[in-house]
């Protein structure tokens, strides 16, 4: 096995961070990363380097995680089970998915990394949730070095959230992800967020899955910045959940706060809404800042370092909640 040393991560992370990899190793089978774990148990897993804010260098054995391969398990008339493997980039997967007219993911295109992820975090966007589609997850025991299945039901799977992200944090390594989607009689969801107004603006009436994902991908193309040219991890914050009492008090002195009922004692409120209103909307402070056309979106102009973007971050955390009484979660990893 090849394992290099001092290798600089700034490829491998969209924020663009560069900190060091004391050692470093990619990996592109099941096989060879099941006798890595047998002599390495403590190791650093880095994919598409999407959520991740990094803020110093990393001591442990960097694995890169480069498993490729799409495969259909089954399929039945309506229905279709593919799997994929970890190292696929996600939105890739999702125009291919689109241009075989499967349907169910086309909601969650333009989404950065890749699919090995996606289940940790339970991406969702425009009134879809990965959660939605995910048949199981397969993953390695990094103790053992055993292929564990997990059911969507074993992945407990919540707002951004999963069983990988708490309880089993470290002790898996996803490996591949099988998704149900449709074949046909697709579920097409198109009142969520901006997508009406997008394929209006085409004047299309009865739209396929492809102009729901083209849509999605024109809305988001208008206001969030590509990791390729300026770095982001994407949303930074998660959209706060309140209760009930306390957004009864926040509206008679904000009305014009956007919400959203969640049940009869919660309502989520729109995190870029609440940092905008504190007017760090386009906030530039030289090498880092947040971006102009989402609040949503801390950046990376060019040299910034995770520590200043996370004091940022903390920044804003205090404001909102000295503002509003809202604590605001962060939601992407802080290495």
Avoid at 16 to 27: E, P, T
Avoid at 166 to 177: F, W
Avoid at 205 to 226: F, H, M, Q, W, Y
Avoid at 238 to 257: D, H, R, T, Y
């Amino acid at each position: 096995m090849n394992i290099q040393e001092n290798i600089s991560l700034k490829n491998y992370n969209t924020f663009g961070i560069h900190v060091n990899a004391k050692r470093f190793i990619s990996i592109d089978s099941l096989y060879s990363l099941q006798q890595l774990l047998k002599s390495e148990k403590d190791v650093f897993l880095i994919s598409g380097g999407s959520n991740m804010l990094l803020t110093k260098d990393i001591e442990k054995l960097v694995v890169h995680l480069n498993l490729k391969g799409i495969s259909i398990d089954r399929e039945n008339e309506n229905d279709i089970y593919i799997t994929v493997n970890a190292g696929e980039n996600w939105h890739k997967f999702v125009l291919w998915c689109v241009s075989q007219n499967y349907g169910g993911i086309e909601n969650l295109s333009l989404i950065p990394g890749n699919v090995g992820t996606c289940p940790i975090q339970n991406i969702g966007a425009y009134g879809v949730e990965v959660k939605d589609i995910i048949n199981r997850v397969e993953a390695i025991e990094i103790e053992t070095g055993k292929l564990i299945s997990f059911s969507n039901t074993d992945c407990k799977f919540g707002y951004r959230n999963s069983i990988f992200k708490n309880i089993a944090k470290d002790k898996y390594i996803i490996t591949s992800v099988c998704f149900q989607l449709t074949r046909k009689n697709h579920q097409l969801i198109t009142s969520y967020g901006a997508i009406e107004a997008e394929l209006a603006s085409k004047n299309i009436i009865n739209p396929t899955i492809k102009n729901i994902s083209n849509a999605v991908i024109a809305i988001r193309n208008s206001k969030l910045p590509d990791p390729k040219k300026i770095g982001n991890s994407g949303s930074f914050f998660k959209n706060p959940v309140i209760s009930k009492k306390l957004f009864e008090s926040l509206i008679n002195q904000f009305p014009l706060m956007p919400n959203y009922e969640i049940s009869k004692t919660e309502v989520k409120i729109p995190a870029g809404w609440l940092i905008e209103q504190c007017g760090f909307k386009g906030k530039n402070y030289g090498n880092y800042g947040v971006h102009e056309k989402q609040a949503l979106v801390l950046v990376n102009y060019g040299n910034a370092t995770g520590k200043q973007i996370l004091e940022l971050a903390q920044n804003i955390q205090k404001t909102i909640n000295n503002t509003f009484s809202i604590d605001l979660e962060i939601e992407v990893n802080i290495i």
